[in-house]
């Protein structure tokens, strides 16, 4: 007012944000006179709040706003379930026979939905032995359960190099046993193949490819 000028406040735009709620599902905007007026944030803004870790909300510490109220955001079905992910985890299972990204699940009761242990599939492999004849498989508990390797299948063991067997560091599964493969007759003694030479053989008067054999003594076998 150019002839009578007063002091008036100096509003800043109407609209502009002079508050938020805590949780973050309100704000505060200005009006045209200056009031600073609560109105709902945009629906499906994200929110804090702490939910109970029971398997219905996606996370236990953040939710996503509806009409000014900060709610759970439910979980899809095989989303893993509490804040770590593994709420569900007791002592008696194995964690190899579990999905190692997602070990929880929930288990699909919409009425009163829990959190249980997402299994690999029965039988997947879960430890093995030392050397080799034994292996741990999932069973549908979840637990590991040590089972027999197929048989033939090789395994490390050491065995005396008394001509019995066709290598010291190898052996064959057998029922669950790790068993020096007996060596066919001819084949070769020893680690080496040369166990049985002294200095005061000549190596030019033995065979090249096999210079020790088995003496064919099936009680007491002698390179």
Do not use: M
């Amino acid at each position: 007012n150019t002839d009578n000028p007063d002091c008036v406040p100096n509003f800043l735009s109407t609209g502009t944000i002079c508050s938020e709620s805590e949780n973050g599902c309100t704000v505060g905007k200005c009006d045209s006179s200056g009031a600073c007026v609560q109105v709902d944030a945009v629906d499906g803004t994200p929110c804090e709040e702490v939910f109970p870790d029971d398997c219905t909300s996606i996370r236990t510490d953040v939710g996503i706003c509806s009409n000014g109220i900060c709610n759970a955001e439910p979980r899809d079905e095989g989303c893993p379930c509490g804040g770590d992910g593994d709420s569900c985890i007791t002592d008696a299972i194995n964690e190899n026979c579990l999905y190692a990204d997602q070990k929880c699940k929930c288990d699909g009761n919409t009425d009163n939905p829990d959190c249980v242990p997402n299994f690999l599939s029965t039988g997947t492999i879960c430890s093995e032995s030392e050397n080799g004849c034994t292996v741990g498989k999932c069973d549908s508990s979840g637990a590991c359960v040590q089972v027999d390797a197929v048989d033939g299948t090789p395994c490390e063991e050491v065995f005396p190099d008394d001509c019995t067997s066709i290598r010291t560091d190898v052996g064959i599964c057998s029922n669950g046993i790790c068993n020096a493969e007996p060596r066919d007759e001819g084949c070769p003694c020893g680690g080496d193949g040369d166990s049985c030479i002294t200095d005061a053989i000549n190596e030019n008067c033995l065979y090249a490819d096999q210079k020790c054999k088995c003496d064919g003594n099936t009680d007491n076998p002698d390179c």
